[in-house]
């Protein structure tokens, strides 16, 4: 069954002047203009392809994928305001439109937006909305502690960063987790680490068990540095003595600590000592 808003593998069933006309199981065809056509089509062949509306409402298939299929969220660009709503560039044409009724708020030529991808099986149609949480469920998670996992950042707050998680669920990165620049808009890899009794996810960038032996280590590190000026006079080479004298911790919890700030790019470890530059 050809599916609108999806990327699926179709059979040619025939090739025409102006493509190849593309279907499954189903009575439904859908054409692939010929400039799109791969070289070696053939009837009988099956070719990779995303089907959306054309400009008339026409199913049509492409080869190019877009930023975000039914079901997904994605950065996407208003290229302009106007009848409906917003029209989105979204890697294919025509634009993804989100009405106005679906944006949480008055969208702006020209800025960029959190989109979610939907279907609207009644209108036969495909639509974008900015509404993100609206899209989010937690009520049944397909997630459990320690899962890795896909991430969006769709917003900012004092207790952290909201993330799309897989697509699916909404989880929380808190703010004395994120050691490295995190910004709305940034696809990144994360794990969940707390499954609250209300089904809320807490998510951390750093596998469980490494996070769970480093992560109070790394924060109190950031601290003194931050507290200290940006800089403290301790490196990987200074005496155990020493490190536990400031931190109260071992030189092996230390550079652990240390070098997964290093990674994060947020601190400079030079010869007196580290610097912190994140």
């Not at 006309?21 to 791969?38: H, I, K, Q, S, Y």
Request: hydrophobic letters at 40%; glycine letters at 10%.
């Amino acid at each position: 069954m050809i599916k609108i808003g999806r990327t699926q593998t179709l059979r040619i069933l025939r090739l025409t002047k102006d493509g190849s006309v593309l279907g499954d199981d189903d009575a439904v065809e859908v054409l692939l203009p010929r400039d799109e056509c791969p070289k070696d089509a053939n009837e009988g062949g099956r070719v990779h392809v995303f089907v959306h509306p054309d400009k008339d409402g026409k199913p049509i298939a492409t080869t190019t994928p877009p930023k975000a299929e039914v079901g997904e969220f994605a950065l996407m660009k208003v290229k302009a305001i106007r009848g409906a709503g917003a029209h989105m560039e979204w890697g294919i044409e025509p634009a993804l439109l989100v009405p106005h009724e679906e944006q949480r708020k008055a969208m702006e030529e020209g800025r960029w937006y959190i989109v979610y991808v939907g279907y609207d099986e009644e209108e036969d149609r495909l639509f974008g909305s900015t509404r993100v949480e609206d899209h989010l469920d937690n009520t049944e998670l397909e997630v459990k502690k320690g899962d890795k996992v896909d991430l969006l950042v769709f917003s900012k707050s004092e207790l952290g960063m909201s993330v799309i998680v897989n697509h699916k669920h909404q989880g929380l990165i808190h703010m004395n987790e994120i050691f490295k620049p995190v910004s709305i808009g940034d696809r990144i890899i994360g794990y969940v680490k707390t499954v609250r009794e209300d089904n809320k996810l807490d998510i951390t960038l750093q596998p469980i068990g490494y996070r769970q032996y480093i992560d109070g280590h790394m924060a109190l590190l950031a601290k003194r540095l931050q507290n200290g000026g940006g800089f403290l006079p301790l490196t990987d080479k200074s005496s155990a003595e020493e490190i536990h004298a400031e931190f109260g911790i071992s030189k092996k919890a230390f550079k652990k600590a240390l070098g997964a700030l290093y990674k994060e790019r947020v601190v400079r470890i030079e010869e007196a000592g580290i610097v912190w530059v994140g």
